[in-house]
């Protein structure tokens, strides 16, 4: 079962289509799996067993009939619960949508669906919630799997799942791949359509906001990138825009920028010390390494949190505000006005860089008993500002066994940069490792 429960999704796939190894025998894996470790991580919130059995069963039908749906024929996934699949319930996190069932498929879940993907469930949201309770770390139970799409990078990262969506607004792919030892991909903004997430997102209102995969490697990324990206006429966001093969990038022609500190981040002497190692690989590969970080880093936090404080509506179609603001008009468009300018600031930095390399959170995951602090996002909230392509990989591990991951930033619309920078750490530094359970 070992086999199985821990290929990447693109070797699935490949072992689908070459008749070595049927859908059922791997959504059975998986389905297993999930029953072994579940009740330590409380990951899945909704387990769609029964129709994951009956998809299988239909997928391995197709393609004795010589037909094969799409790249993921066969292949099964999990989704974070903000995302919406119809028929089955998206509580999200909240008491009052415990019983809520979607009519209608998220434009992503459409998209996997079609490309002959399995869903075998959603995966608890936030690392704590009254829906779902604590959800936990697969490397230490004690510990956080992060937010907000806990669930999910936990129970991919202990072989439920080979492939996995979240969503990502100041880091909540990023940190929890980070804390939970996998990759991820931050889109860049306006790639993914945002269509069927709750809570709603508006492209001028939220910005910030994206779907993305999680999985156990960079491979699986580039691949599902492939399946849930374009326009679908409802996000007038979305742009579509061509997506390069990271087989392409000449890494060694890469000019790259790393840096480990910032104001706000006090991190852990084994995190600057897998920064460096992730910078290291890609200067003896031929790059062009520089220690540099680009200016007004230091306001990010400030322009979010006037971020958070804004009203936004949770209706798409009418104005229904979420909550009270105490945010006048003059200090709604004063924080427009900054973010404008952070962004011009970042965008030059960009002009003479590919790539930059830093850390994901100043640690790896802590206690869930540890009190919030917002500066836990202080190195992925930058970048959920300027809306740039963003993948996280494990580069290494601290002396408690957990895994450190490093952030990888590409410029607007060049995740093949990012994604061919991940698969060359992943290589010389390991990648994801196997959990303890």
């Known amino acids: 079962m070992d086999d199985l429960v821990f290929a990447s999704a693109t070797r699935l796939a490949g072992l689908i289509r070459e008749k070595q190894v049927s859908s059922r025998e791997i959504v059975d894996a998986h389905l297993r799996r999930i029953e072994a470790v579940n009740p330590d991580l409380n990951a899945i919130a909704q387990l769609t067993a029964d129709s994951a059995v009956v998809q299988a069963d239909e997928a391995d039908a197709a393609l004795a009939s010589g037909g094969v749906t799409g790249p993921l024929h066969g292949v099964p996934f999990t989704v974070k619960d903000w995302i919406e699949t119809k028929g089955v319930v998206c509580a999200a996190g909240l008491a009052e949508r415990a019983d809520f ?11 996997m ?20 309770g604590k959800v936990r770390n697969p490397y230490d139970l ?22 996995g969506l979240g969503s990502d607004s100041g880091g909540s792919i990023r940190v929890p791949a980070h804390f939970c030892g996998i990759a991820s991909l931050r889109p860049t903004s306006g790639r993914v359509p945002s269509t069927g997430h709750f809570p709603r997102i508006g492209s001028l209102s939220d ?3 994206q779907i993305g995969p999680l999985a156990r490697s960079v491979e699986d990324l580039t691949l599902t990138l492939t399946v849930i990206s374009g326009t679908d006429w409802f996000d007038p966001s979305v742009v579509p825009m ?5 087989t392409g990038v000449a890494v060694t022609e890469l000019r790259v920028a790393f840096y480990t500190g910032c104001e706000g981040a006090d991190p852990t002497a084994e995190t600057t010390a897998v920064v460096k190692a992730a910078a290291a690989v890609l200067s003896d590969l031929g790059a062009d390494v520089t220690e540099a970080r680009p200016g007004r880093l230091d306001e990010s936090l400030g322009i979010t949190r006037r971020y958070w404080s804004r009203p936004s509506s949770v209706a798409w179609n009418s104005w229904q505000p979420s909550g009270d603001s105490e945010m006048t008009a003059d200090e709604v468009e004063r924080s427009l006005f900054e973010w404008d300018r952070f962004r011009r600031s970042m965008l030059t930095f960009m002009e003479h860089t590919d790539v930059i390399v830093t850390a994901v959170s100043s640690s790896p995951a802590g206690s869930h008993d540890a009190p919030y602090d917002d500066r836990q996002w202080i190195y992925t909230i930058p970048y959920s500002l300027t809306g740039w392509p963003c993948v996280v990989v494990r580069a290494g591990t601290s002396p408690e066994g957990l895994p450190i991951g490093v952030q990888i930033i590409a410029r607007p619309w ?17 990648g994801w490792q196997r959990p303890p359970l």
Do not use: F, N, W
Request: proline share 9%.
């Open 101 to 111: 069932v979607p009519k209608h498929d998220a434009t992503v879940i459409a998209r």
């Open 113 to 132: 669906r079609a490309a002959g993907a399995i869903m075998l469930g959603k995966t608890c949201v936030l690392a704590d919630s009254p829906v779902y």
């Open 142 to 163: 004690d510990r956080t799997p992060g937010a907000s799409s806990s669930g999910e990078a936990a129970i991919v990262a202990a072989g439920g799942s080979p492939l």
């Open 207 to 209: 910005p910030r906001t």
């Open 242 to 246: 061509p997506i390069d093969d990271p």
């Open 414 to 430: 060049r995740e093949d940069v990012a994604l061919a920078v991940a698969q060359r750490i992943e290589a010389a530094l390991g």
